[in-house]
């Protein structure tokens, strides 16, 4: 006859199992699962034209960020780790529409410095004269 297996054995077999899981994922998100640290931006052209002429934008920035241009329909993944000191800051998308107008939209509302912090970008449309209409979301 084969002895029955307490309740408590049970549970303390489930709470090992549940805790090692949850060891795994932290261990494996430690070290592979955030491989960008610091300010992460996706800017995402979803129109039918390549994007050009975009920048970021932060006070205390040494030179503003000059993104390449963006195909349609792609992203461009950009990692910013600030050197210069500064205690609270914003970023802005910046760029100058056809008729030379600059045009700024705000990415990041609030990081300060060793904040990891992650937001898209979507470019949803762009007009004739080049004004662009942005779909900003944080990422948390």
Not at 47 to 70: C, H, R, W, Y
Not at 76 to 89: D, M, R
């Amino acid at each position: 006859m084969s002895m029955p297996i307490s309740k408590n054995r049970i549970v303390l077999f489930l709470i090992t199992i549940a805790l090692i899981v949850i060891l795994a994922y932290q261990f494996i998100y430690m070290f592979f699962g955030n491989d960008s640290k610091g300010i992460n931006i996706f800017i995402k052209n979803e129109t039918l034209a390549e994007i050009s002429g975009l920048k970021i934008v932060f006070d205390n920035n040494i030179k503003d960020i000059q993104i390449p241009n963006i195909p349609t329909r792609k992203t461009y993944k950009l990692n910013i780790n600030p050197v210069e000191e500064f205690s609270e800051n914003s970023a802005c998308v910046e760029y100058r529409d056809r008729l030379g107008k600059s045009h700024k939209e705000i990415a990041i509302g609030y990081f300060e410095k060793g904040y990891n912090v992650s937001t898209t970008i979507t470019i949803m449309s762009i007009d004739s004269e080049g004004k662009m209409n942005f779909k900003i979301k944080r990422n948390f």
